[in-house]
């Protein structure tokens, strides 16, 4: 059992998401950046979509009560085990009775910590992905308890940067939608100038700020099927990025979607920080999607064989 003694500033328990719903409404969700949270697990030798604890900016103290092994990902947020400063990306053997304490986030904005067994919670439609606007999931709260099965076994030395992010230069590799010729200039128009992501950006959404982009936008042009990483184009010409917990559907143009494999580009992101859109083909999105699959599978590989030893 795990106990929260400090909660973090938005702390969720995640997934991969809940998939097959989203004809009745339901959201995908599951964790923003599925890169980072994949290789958390995947270091723990356990399945990608175990759950796990998604940390935003600040991250939580936790008391464990059993022995465990844990693994932090995803934005540089430090991890001290009775005070004891650890490595992100690094297995940590934990005993019953230490507190794991997640600091800010240097660099990047959500972390991933991954614990042996992952966490045990009830779960809907096939997940236990927090849902932040129909309250689905769970949200972590001081004094929570967390059930988890106690890890009394030999701890792997594994240790990988796949999934640890430093975002010095943020570009979201994006490729053309369904309305992206309503854009003068098409979707080299995303690319010709810098973008800031404003403070108006959570899971269900990020709103850019910048120069307006001309467009000559549908008229009463009705809701149409969108998905995380859409960019969607609203009256005032500044784009809106979809998150994990995005509607369903949407009613403004869509002028470009980002590509799978800069979703965790996309979930690192922070308020203020400036980005950049690098159109590409959808020949070479899949390309890059297959090629991040593989950094995974080879981590797998590493990993399993680690705990085998």
């Not at 106990?3 to 500033?9: R, S």
């Not at 270091?43 to 932090?72: R, Y």
């Not at 590799?173 to 108006?200: K, Y």
Request: charged letters at 15%; hydrophobic letters at 40%; a neutral charge.
């Amino acid at each position: 059992m795990i106990e929260v003694i400090q909660a973090g500033l938005f702390t969720t328990v995640q997934d991969l998401g809940r998939y097959g719903w989203r004809q009745l409404g339901f959201a995908r969700s599951g964790a923003m950046d599925p890169l980072a949270a994949s290789a958390a697990n995947l270091l723990l030798d356990q399945d990608v979509n175990m759950p796990l604890l998604e940390c935003t900016l600040l991250g939580p103290t936790l008391k464990f009560h059993c022995d465990s092994a844990i693994v932090l990902t995803g934005a540089t947020m430090t991890v001290k085990v009775d005070g004891n400063l650890h490595q992100p990306g690094q297995t940590i053997a934990i005993k019953a009775g230490q507190t794991v304490v997640i600091g800010r986030a240097a660099h990047g904005c959500r972390s991933y910590l991954a614990i042996k067994g992952g966490i045990s919670t009830p779960d809907v439609l096939g997940s236990v992905s927090y849902q932040s606007h129909v309250g689905l999931g769970l949200q972590l709260q001081r004094d929570n308890r967390l059930s988890i099965t106690p890890y009394t076994g030999p701890v792997a030395d594994c240790h990988s940067w796949v999934g640890l992010t430093w975002p010095l230069t943020p570009v979201l590799a994006v490729f053309a939608s369904a309305h992206t010729d309503q854009l003068q200039d098409g979707i080299e128009a995303l690319s010709t100038q810098p973008w800031q992501l404003s403070q108006h950006a959570n899971r269900i959404g990020l709103r850019l700020s910048g120069q307006p982009l001309n467009h000559s936008r549908l008229n009463d042009m009705p809701s149409e099927p969108v998905l995380p990483g859409t960019v969607q184009l609203p009256p005032n010409g500044l784009p809106l990025i979809l998150g994990a917990d995005s509607q369903s559907t949407g009613g403004y143009p869509k002028v470009a979607q980002v590509c799978e494999s800069s979703l965790t580009t996309l979930a690192q992101l922070r308020p203020n920080q400036e980005l950049w859109f690098e159109p590409i083909s959808l020949e070479e999105a899949k390309l890059r999607q297959r090629r991040q699959q593989r950094h995974l599978k080879i981590l797998r590989q590493a990993a399993h064989a680690k705990w085998l030893q």
